[in-house]
Protein backbone atom coordinates (compact mmCIF):
# COMPACT_ATOMS: atom_id res chain seq x y z
CA UNK A 1 0.00 0.00 0.00
CA UNK A 2 2.54 2.18 0.01
CA UNK A 3 6.84 2.93 0.16
CA UNK A 4 8.74 1.78 2.75
CA UNK A 5 11.91 -0.41 4.54
CA UNK A 6 12.07 -3.76 4.86
CA UNK A 7 12.55 -3.94 9.05
CA UNK A 8 12.31 -7.44 9.16
CA UNK A 9 12.02 -10.97 7.64
CA UNK A 10 12.90 -12.10 3.91
CA UNK A 11 11.10 -12.64 0.66
CA UNK A 12 10.84 -12.66 -2.49
CA UNK A 13 9.29 -9.05 -3.75
CA UNK A 14 7.61 -8.59 -7.40
CA UNK A 15 8.09 -5.04 -8.55
CA UNK A 16 6.56 -5.61 -12.11
CA UNK A 17 4.40 -2.31 -11.78
CA UNK A 18 7.51 -0.27 -12.01
CA UNK A 19 10.09 -2.47 -13.90
CA UNK A 20 7.68 -4.00 -16.39
CA UNK A 21 9.28 -7.30 -15.35
CA UNK A 22 8.27 -10.63 -13.66
CA UNK A 23 11.23 -11.52 -11.96
CA UNK A 24 10.76 -11.29 -8.38
CA UNK A 25 13.80 -9.42 -6.29
CA UNK A 26 14.87 -10.54 -2.96
CA UNK A 27 14.56 -7.82 -0.30
CA UNK A 28 15.75 -8.42 3.41
CA UNK A 29 16.26 -6.03 6.52
CA UNK A 30 17.02 -2.57 4.99
CA UNK A 31 16.03 -2.91 1.71
CA UNK A 32 13.45 -0.36 0.36
CA UNK A 33 9.67 -1.54 -1.37
CA UNK A 34 7.27 0.59 -3.43
CA UNK A 35 3.51 0.95 -3.72
CA UNK A 36 2.13 -1.63 -6.04
CA UNK A 37 4.56 -4.60 -5.34
CA UNK A 38 3.83 -8.22 -4.60
CA UNK A 39 4.90 -10.23 -2.26
CA UNK A 40 5.23 -13.65 -4.33
CA UNK A 41 6.93 -15.53 -1.25
CA UNK A 42 8.18 -15.48 2.27
CA UNK A 43 7.07 -12.72 4.78
CA UNK A 44 8.24 -9.34 6.15
CA UNK A 45 7.89 -6.30 8.05
CA UNK A 46 7.63 -2.86 6.45
CA UNK A 47 7.55 0.37 8.42
CA UNK A 48 5.93 2.39 5.77
CA UNK A 49 7.60 6.20 4.54
CA UNK A 50 5.20 7.17 2.03
CA UNK A 51 1.48 6.82 0.87
CA UNK A 52 -1.17 7.74 -1.13
CA UNK A 53 -0.13 10.22 -3.33
CA UNK A 54 3.40 10.42 -1.97
CA UNK A 55 4.30 6.97 -3.53
CA UNK A 56 6.68 7.15 -6.67
CA UNK A 57 3.88 5.14 -8.28
CA UNK A 58 1.72 8.27 -7.91
CA UNK A 59 4.20 10.66 -8.57
CA UNK A 60 4.93 9.02 -11.68
CA UNK A 61 1.00 8.95 -12.89
CA UNK A 62 0.74 11.95 -12.02
CA UNK A 63 3.34 13.79 -13.99
CA UNK A 64 2.22 11.03 -17.20
CA UNK A 65 0.05 14.06 -18.68
CA UNK A 66 -0.51 12.61 -22.00
CA UNK A 67 -0.30 14.96 -25.05
CA UNK A 68 -3.32 15.96 -26.92
CA UNK A 69 -4.27 17.88 -30.51
CA UNK A 70 -6.43 20.33 -31.84
CA UNK A 71 -5.69 19.16 -35.35
CA UNK A 72 -6.65 16.15 -37.99
CA UNK A 73 -3.35 14.95 -37.34
CA UNK A 74 -2.81 15.16 -41.04
CA UNK A 75 0.00 18.51 -41.88
CA UNK A 76 -0.71 18.19 -45.83
CA UNK A 77 -4.75 18.91 -45.32
CA UNK A 78 -3.74 21.68 -43.33
CA UNK A 79 -1.15 23.49 -45.46
CA UNK A 80 -3.61 22.94 -48.28
CA UNK A 81 -6.23 24.42 -46.84
CA UNK A 82 -4.08 27.23 -45.62
CA UNK A 83 -3.59 28.68 -49.07
CA UNK A 84 -6.88 27.50 -50.75
CA UNK A 85 -8.79 30.53 -49.86
CA UNK A 86 -6.73 33.03 -50.61
CA UNK A 87 -5.85 31.75 -53.94
CA UNK A 88 -9.41 30.89 -54.37
CA UNK A 89 -10.51 34.69 -54.08
CA UNK A 90 -7.50 35.58 -56.05
CA UNK A 91 -8.92 33.94 -59.13
CA UNK A 92 -12.79 35.34 -58.81
CA UNK A 93 -11.11 38.66 -58.68
CA UNK A 94 -8.95 38.11 -61.86
CA UNK A 95 -11.47 36.30 -63.14
CA UNK A 96 -14.57 39.32 -63.17
CA UNK A 97 -12.19 41.46 -63.89
CA UNK A 98 -11.44 40.17 -67.18
CA UNK A 99 -14.94 39.42 -67.98
CA UNK A 100 -15.58 42.69 -66.38
CA UNK A 101 -13.78 44.68 -69.10
CA UNK A 102 -15.12 42.44 -71.77
CA UNK A 103 -18.44 41.63 -71.18
CA UNK A 104 -19.63 44.12 -68.55
CA UNK A 105 -19.80 44.21 -65.07
CA UNK A 106 -23.04 42.22 -64.62
CA UNK A 107 -21.10 39.52 -66.75
CA UNK A 108 -17.71 39.55 -64.26
CA UNK A 109 -19.74 39.64 -61.20
CA UNK A 110 -21.64 36.96 -62.49
CA UNK A 111 -17.95 34.86 -63.28
CA UNK A 112 -16.32 35.94 -60.23
CA UNK A 113 -19.74 34.58 -57.82
CA UNK A 114 -19.21 31.23 -59.86
CA UNK A 115 -16.05 30.55 -59.29
CA UNK A 116 -16.65 31.57 -55.07
CA UNK A 117 -19.00 29.18 -55.55
CA UNK A 118 -17.64 26.28 -57.46
CA UNK A 119 -14.49 25.80 -55.26
CA UNK A 120 -15.20 23.37 -52.54
CA UNK A 121 -13.30 23.38 -49.91
CA UNK A 122 -15.48 21.08 -47.54
CA UNK A 123 -14.34 17.80 -49.46
CA UNK A 124 -10.94 18.88 -49.05
CA UNK A 125 -11.71 19.31 -45.47
CA UNK A 126 -13.18 15.87 -44.95
CA UNK A 127 -10.80 13.54 -46.34
CA UNK A 128 -8.22 13.35 -43.57
CA UNK A 129 -10.63 13.37 -40.41
CA UNK A 130 -13.42 11.25 -42.11
CA UNK A 131 -11.04 8.39 -43.56
CA UNK A 132 -9.28 8.35 -40.05
CA UNK A 133 -12.58 8.15 -37.96
CA UNK A 134 -14.00 5.29 -40.01
CA UNK A 135 -10.72 3.47 -39.94
CA UNK A 136 -10.89 4.00 -35.90
CA UNK A 137 -14.42 2.56 -35.85
CA UNK A 138 -13.28 -0.66 -38.02
CA UNK A 139 -10.43 -0.88 -35.72
CA UNK A 140 -12.18 -1.31 -33.06
CA UNK A 141 -14.58 -4.41 -33.66
CA UNK A 142 -10.97 -5.98 -33.82
CA UNK A 143 -9.82 -4.65 -30.42
CA UNK A 144 -7.71 -1.82 -31.48
CA UNK A 145 -9.06 1.12 -29.59
CA UNK A 146 -8.22 4.57 -31.36
CA UNK A 147 -8.50 7.02 -28.45
CA UNK A 148 -7.52 9.77 -30.77
CA UNK A 149 -8.38 8.81 -34.49
CA UNK A 150 -5.99 12.07 -35.23
CA UNK A 151 -2.67 9.86 -34.02
CA UNK A 152 -3.00 7.54 -37.27
CA UNK A 153 -1.90 11.05 -39.36
CA UNK A 154 0.98 11.23 -37.17
CA UNK A 155 1.63 8.00 -37.53
CA UNK A 156 3.84 9.03 -40.89
CA UNK A 157 6.02 11.41 -39.22
CA UNK A 158 7.49 9.11 -36.65
CA UNK A 159 11.23 8.97 -36.99
CA UNK A 160 11.94 7.07 -33.66
CA UNK A 161 10.24 4.13 -32.10
CA UNK A 162 10.69 3.34 -28.21
CA UNK A 163 9.47 -0.11 -27.62
CA UNK A 164 9.05 -1.93 -24.02
CA UNK A 165 10.35 -5.27 -24.14
CA UNK A 166 8.88 -7.92 -21.55
CA UNK A 167 5.16 -8.44 -22.71
CA UNK A 168 5.54 -5.45 -26.01
CA UNK A 169 7.87 -7.92 -27.92
CA UNK A 170 7.87 -10.82 -26.10
CA UNK A 171 4.80 -12.44 -24.70
CA UNK A 172 5.39 -12.00 -20.87
CA UNK A 173 5.17 -15.14 -19.99
CA UNK A 174 8.39 -16.84 -19.13
CA UNK A 175 8.53 -20.53 -20.79
CA UNK A 176 11.03 -23.38 -19.58
CA UNK A 177 12.67 -25.94 -21.24
CA UNK A 178 16.20 -28.31 -20.77
CA UNK A 179 19.26 -26.71 -20.76
CA UNK A 180 21.17 -28.56 -23.21
CA UNK A 181 22.99 -31.68 -22.48
CA UNK A 182 21.57 -31.22 -18.94
CA UNK A 183 18.09 -33.45 -18.86
CA UNK A 184 16.33 -35.86 -16.59
CA UNK A 185 14.12 -38.46 -17.98
CA UNK A 186 10.32 -37.03 -17.44
CA UNK A 187 9.41 -40.95 -15.60
CA UNK A 188 11.88 -41.03 -12.80
CA UNK A 189 11.30 -39.71 -9.19
CA UNK A 190 13.84 -36.91 -10.18
CA UNK A 191 11.12 -35.36 -12.40
CA UNK A 192 7.96 -35.84 -9.97
CA UNK A 193 9.86 -34.38 -7.22
CA UNK A 194 10.48 -31.03 -8.26
CA UNK A 195 7.23 -30.77 -10.09
CA UNK A 196 5.54 -31.13 -6.35
CA UNK A 197 7.85 -28.86 -5.07
CA UNK A 198 7.37 -26.02 -8.61
CA UNK A 199 3.88 -26.41 -8.22
CA UNK A 200 3.37 -25.17 -4.43
CA UNK A 201 5.45 -22.07 -5.17
CA UNK A 202 4.04 -18.65 -6.80
CA UNK A 203 7.37 -17.63 -8.00
CA UNK A 204 6.35 -17.13 -12.39
CA UNK A 205 10.32 -19.10 -12.58
CA UNK A 206 8.84 -21.88 -10.73
CA UNK A 207 5.61 -21.77 -12.61
CA UNK A 208 7.37 -22.06 -15.68
CA UNK A 209 9.30 -25.42 -14.87
CA UNK A 210 5.98 -27.04 -13.74
CA UNK A 211 3.80 -26.12 -16.53
CA UNK A 212 7.39 -27.86 -18.61
CA UNK A 213 7.07 -30.96 -16.51
CA UNK A 214 3.72 -30.95 -16.55
CA UNK A 215 3.36 -31.28 -20.48
CA UNK A 216 5.97 -33.92 -20.78
CA UNK A 217 3.63 -36.07 -19.04
CA UNK A 218 5.31 -36.03 -15.59
CA UNK A 219 3.01 -36.36 -12.16
CA UNK A 220 3.86 -34.70 -8.94
CA UNK A 221 5.04 -36.70 -6.39
CA UNK A 222 4.47 -36.78 -2.29
CA UNK A 223 6.44 -34.37 -0.06
CA UNK A 224 6.35 -34.46 3.43
CA UNK A 225 8.42 -31.17 3.50
CA UNK A 226 8.87 -28.22 1.55
CA UNK A 227 10.26 -24.23 2.10
CA UNK A 228 11.10 -21.85 0.21
CA UNK A 229 14.02 -19.63 0.62
CA UNK A 230 13.18 -15.97 -0.88
CA UNK A 231 15.77 -15.23 -3.80
CA UNK A 232 17.32 -18.39 -3.79
CA UNK A 233 14.44 -21.23 -4.71
CA UNK A 234 12.44 -24.43 -2.88
CA UNK A 235 14.00 -26.95 -1.04
CA UNK A 236 11.88 -30.39 -0.31
CA UNK A 237 12.01 -34.00 0.83
CA UNK A 238 9.91 -36.28 -0.78
CA UNK A 239 7.95 -39.27 0.91
CA UNK A 240 10.46 -41.78 0.30
CA UNK A 241 13.50 -39.87 1.51
CA UNK A 242 15.02 -37.98 -0.66
CA UNK A 243 15.66 -34.57 -0.96
CA UNK A 244 16.05 -32.05 -3.73
CA UNK A 245 16.52 -28.15 -4.04
CA UNK A 246 15.19 -26.30 -7.01
CA UNK A 247 16.83 -22.81 -8.13
CA UNK A 248 19.28 -20.60 -8.90
CA UNK A 249 23.44 -20.98 -8.59
CA UNK A 250 23.05 -19.20 -4.97
CA UNK A 251 21.09 -22.54 -3.86
CA UNK A 252 22.18 -25.27 -6.76
CA UNK A 253 25.78 -24.40 -7.92
CA UNK A 254 23.81 -24.04 -11.84
CA UNK A 255 25.79 -22.29 -14.32
CA UNK A 256 24.61 -19.00 -15.42
CA UNK A 257 22.04 -18.94 -18.33
CA UNK A 258 23.49 -17.62 -21.63
CA UNK A 259 21.75 -15.19 -24.55
CA UNK A 260 19.79 -13.63 -21.50
CA UNK A 261 18.09 -16.64 -20.41
CA UNK A 262 17.42 -17.62 -16.27
CA UNK A 263 18.99 -21.13 -15.75
CA UNK A 264 17.83 -23.03 -12.74
CA UNK A 265 19.46 -25.94 -11.26
CA UNK A 266 17.95 -29.21 -9.89
CA UNK A 267 20.21 -31.13 -7.13
CA UNK A 268 19.12 -34.48 -5.91
CA UNK A 269 20.42 -35.89 -2.98
CA UNK A 270 23.10 -33.52 -3.17
CA UNK A 271 23.45 -34.15 -7.27
CA UNK A 272 22.84 -31.62 -9.57
CA UNK A 273 21.37 -33.75 -12.21
CA UNK A 274 19.06 -31.28 -14.04
CA UNK A 275 18.80 -27.32 -15.12
CA UNK A 276 16.07 -25.81 -16.73
CA UNK A 277 16.40 -22.64 -19.29
CA UNK A 278 13.69 -20.30 -18.94
CA UNK A 279 13.07 -17.99 -21.51
CA UNK A 280 10.44 -15.37 -22.51
CA UNK A 281 9.52 -16.26 -26.09
CA UNK A 282 8.87 -13.63 -28.80
CA UNK A 283 5.11 -12.50 -29.84
CA UNK A 284 4.56 -13.63 -33.08
CA UNK A 285 4.14 -10.90 -34.57
CA UNK A 286 7.93 -9.55 -33.24
CA UNK A 287 9.88 -9.64 -36.19
CA UNK A 288 7.30 -8.19 -38.69
CA UNK A 289 6.70 -5.33 -36.37
CA UNK A 290 10.05 -4.36 -36.17
CA UNK A 291 10.18 -4.62 -40.23
CA UNK A 292 6.91 -2.34 -40.77
CA UNK A 293 9.08 0.48 -38.52
CA UNK A 294 12.11 -0.27 -39.70
CA UNK A 295 10.67 -0.09 -43.39
CA UNK A 296 8.50 3.14 -42.21
CA UNK A 297 12.40 5.00 -41.79
CA UNK A 298 12.09 5.22 -37.68
CA UNK A 299 14.88 4.35 -36.04
CA UNK A 300 14.24 1.93 -33.11
CA UNK A 301 15.06 2.05 -29.48
CA UNK A 302 14.80 -0.96 -26.90
CA UNK A 303 14.15 0.35 -24.04
CA UNK A 304 13.42 -2.21 -21.21
CA UNK A 305 13.77 -2.31 -16.90
CA UNK A 306 15.04 -6.26 -17.52
CA UNK A 307 18.87 -6.89 -16.91
CA UNK A 308 21.06 -5.76 -19.49
CA UNK A 309 22.12 -9.16 -21.02
CA UNK A 310 18.61 -10.21 -21.68
CA UNK A 311 17.80 -7.07 -23.29
CA UNK A 312 21.46 -7.25 -25.77
CA UNK A 313 19.97 -10.47 -26.72
CA UNK A 314 16.98 -9.85 -27.52
CA UNK A 315 18.35 -6.72 -29.59
CA UNK A 316 20.54 -8.96 -31.25
CA UNK A 317 17.95 -11.00 -32.76
CA UNK A 318 15.58 -8.36 -33.83
CA UNK A 319 18.72 -6.21 -35.14
CA UNK A 320 17.45 -3.37 -32.78
CA UNK A 321 21.38 -1.61 -32.08
CA UNK A 322 20.05 0.89 -29.22
CA UNK A 323 19.07 -1.74 -26.42
CA UNK A 324 19.37 -0.31 -23.54
CA UNK A 325 18.36 -2.64 -19.88
CA UNK A 326 18.05 -1.37 -16.32
CA UNK A 327 15.89 1.69 -16.80
CA UNK A 328 13.33 3.06 -14.40
CA UNK A 329 9.95 4.71 -15.51
CA UNK A 330 11.57 7.95 -15.04
CA UNK A 331 14.72 6.94 -17.74
CA UNK A 332 12.12 6.00 -19.94
CA UNK A 333 10.15 9.10 -20.53
CA UNK A 334 13.96 11.14 -20.67
CA UNK A 335 14.93 8.96 -23.08
CA UNK A 336 11.48 9.56 -25.45
CA UNK A 337 11.95 13.31 -24.43
CA UNK A 338 15.70 13.81 -25.63
CA UNK A 339 14.10 11.82 -28.79
CA UNK A 340 11.04 14.53 -29.74
CA UNK A 341 14.16 16.70 -30.43
CA UNK A 342 14.90 15.01 -33.91
CA UNK A 343 11.50 13.78 -34.86
CA UNK A 344 8.19 12.28 -34.01
CA UNK A 345 8.27 10.10 -31.10
CA UNK A 346 6.05 7.15 -31.00
CA UNK A 347 6.24 5.22 -27.55
CA UNK A 348 5.07 1.39 -27.35
CA UNK A 349 4.55 -0.46 -23.81
CA UNK A 350 2.66 -2.67 -21.44
CA UNK A 351 2.79 -1.62 -18.09
CA UNK A 352 1.99 1.53 -15.52
CA UNK A 353 5.78 1.25 -15.83
CA UNK A 354 5.52 2.39 -19.20
CA UNK A 355 3.07 5.61 -18.30
CA UNK A 356 5.31 8.08 -18.32
CA UNK A 357 6.98 7.36 -21.37
CA UNK A 358 4.06 7.17 -23.20
CA UNK A 359 2.62 10.72 -22.09
CA UNK A 360 5.93 12.27 -23.37
CA UNK A 361 5.21 10.68 -26.85
CA UNK A 362 3.71 11.95 -29.88
CA UNK A 363 2.06 8.69 -30.93
CA UNK A 364 1.51 6.71 -27.33
CA UNK A 365 0.38 3.10 -27.78
CA UNK A 366 0.06 0.08 -24.86
CA UNK A 367 -0.10 -3.33 -25.35
CA UNK A 368 -3.00 -5.10 -23.04
CA UNK A 369 -1.31 -6.53 -19.94
CA UNK A 370 -0.55 -4.01 -16.44
CA UNK A 371 -1.41 -0.66 -18.42
CA UNK A 372 -4.97 -0.95 -17.82
CA UNK A 373 -4.38 1.82 -15.07
CA UNK A 374 -2.82 3.42 -16.95
CA UNK A 375 -4.79 4.07 -20.27
CA UNK A 376 -5.61 7.68 -20.22
CA UNK A 377 -1.86 8.30 -21.22
CA UNK A 378 -2.39 6.01 -24.82
CA UNK A 379 -3.72 7.59 -27.67
CA UNK A 380 -4.19 3.62 -28.92
CA UNK A 381 -4.71 0.19 -27.04
CA UNK A 382 -4.48 -2.55 -28.45
CA UNK A 383 -7.02 -5.10 -25.92
CA UNK A 384 -5.98 -8.31 -27.95
CA UNK A 385 -2.56 -7.78 -29.30
CA UNK A 386 -2.36 -10.83 -30.76
CA UNK A 387 -4.90 -9.98 -33.18
CA UNK A 388 -4.62 -6.30 -33.66
CA UNK A 389 -1.42 -4.73 -32.41
CA UNK A 390 0.89 -1.83 -32.72
CA UNK A 391 1.88 -3.68 -36.36
CA UNK A 392 -2.02 -3.92 -37.31
CA UNK A 393 -1.18 0.05 -36.40
CA UNK A 394 0.59 0.71 -38.74
CA UNK A 395 -0.54 -0.76 -41.10
CA UNK A 396 -3.90 0.73 -41.19
CA UNK A 397 -1.88 4.07 -40.66
CA UNK A 398 -0.38 3.42 -43.97
CA UNK A 399 -3.77 2.25 -45.28
CA UNK A 400 -6.00 5.36 -43.94
CA UNK A 401 -3.02 7.78 -45.73
CA UNK A 402 -3.45 6.05 -49.23
CA UNK A 403 -6.93 6.82 -49.06
CA UNK A 404 -6.38 10.12 -48.20
CA UNK A 405 -4.46 11.23 -50.61
CA UNK A 406 -6.68 9.50 -52.83
CA UNK A 407 -9.64 11.54 -51.52
CA UNK A 408 -7.28 14.91 -51.71
CA UNK A 409 -6.23 13.99 -55.29
CA UNK A 410 -10.21 13.69 -56.51
CA UNK A 411 -10.91 16.79 -54.57
CA UNK A 412 -8.02 18.92 -56.23
CA UNK A 413 -9.20 17.47 -59.37
CA UNK A 414 -12.66 18.37 -59.33
CA UNK A 415 -11.90 22.14 -57.59
CA UNK A 416 -9.62 22.70 -60.78
CA UNK A 417 -12.34 21.40 -63.31
CA UNK A 418 -15.22 23.52 -61.60
CA UNK A 419 -12.92 26.84 -60.31
CA UNK A 420 -11.27 26.67 -64.27
CA UNK A 421 -14.72 26.05 -65.88
CA UNK A 422 -16.07 28.99 -63.65
CA UNK A 423 -13.12 31.57 -64.44
CA UNK A 424 -13.73 30.57 -68.40
CA UNK A 425 -17.17 31.06 -67.80
CA UNK A 426 -18.66 27.60 -68.46
CA UNK A 427 -20.34 27.01 -65.76
CA UNK A 428 -22.80 29.86 -63.83
CA UNK A 429 -23.59 30.05 -60.28
CA UNK A 430 -26.43 28.34 -60.19
CA UNK A 431 -24.32 24.97 -61.97
CA UNK A 432 -21.68 25.48 -59.33
CA UNK A 433 -23.94 25.85 -56.79
CA UNK A 434 -25.57 22.28 -57.94
CA UNK A 435 -22.13 20.48 -58.59
CA UNK A 436 -20.03 21.60 -55.19
CA UNK A 437 -22.23 19.80 -52.49
CA UNK A 438 -22.07 16.82 -54.94
CA UNK A 439 -18.21 16.60 -54.66
CA UNK A 440 -18.08 16.38 -51.25
CA UNK A 441 -21.06 13.69 -51.33
CA UNK A 442 -18.41 11.83 -53.62
CA UNK A 443 -15.83 11.88 -50.92
CA UNK A 444 -17.94 10.58 -48.47
CA UNK A 445 -18.96 7.90 -50.75
CA UNK A 446 -15.59 6.92 -51.93
CA UNK A 447 -14.47 6.54 -47.77
CA UNK A 448 -17.09 4.21 -47.52
CA UNK A 449 -16.29 2.11 -50.47
CA UNK A 450 -14.67 -0.55 -48.17
CA UNK A 451 -13.18 -0.83 -44.80
CA UNK A 452 -9.86 0.81 -44.75
CA UNK A 453 -8.68 -1.80 -42.08
CA UNK A 454 -6.62 -4.62 -43.77
Same mark, same amino acid.
Given at each position: ?18 ? #? ?15 ? &?????? !? ?10 ? !? ?33 ? @? ?27 ? &? ?27 ? $? ?6 ? #? ?21 ? /???? #? ?13 ? &? ?6 ? /?? %? ?49 ? $? ?50 ? +????? #? ?47 ? +?? *? ?43 ? %????? @? ?15 ? *? ?12 ? @? ?6
Amino acid at each position: PGDGRVTAGAAAIDVAVLT #GEPRPLAVSPGSEVVAG &ATCRSG !TVQVRLEAVGGD !TRLARILAAAVPSRRDDDGDGQVDRLLGWFAPVTL @LLAVLAGAFWAWHAGWNRGGEVALAVVVA &ACPCAIGLAAPLVHALAAAAAAGRGLLVR $DPAVLGSI #GAVRHVVCDKTGTLTTGRGTAGF /SPRC #GIDPTRAEARGPLAA &AERSAHPV /SQ %AVAAFLRSLGVTPAELTAWREEPGRGVIATTADGHELALGGSLLTGVDAGA $DGRSRIGLRWDGRLVASFDISDPLRPEAQAMVAAWRDAGANIHLASGDHQAA +VTALG #GVLGIPDSRGGLTPEDKASLVRSLRHAGGVAAVGDGVNDAAMLAEADVA +VG *ISGGLEAALDRCHVFCTRPDEAGPLALWRLAATSQRRIRLLLWIS %AGYNL @LAIGGAAAGKFGPLICA *IAMPLSSLTVVALA @LRRNAVR
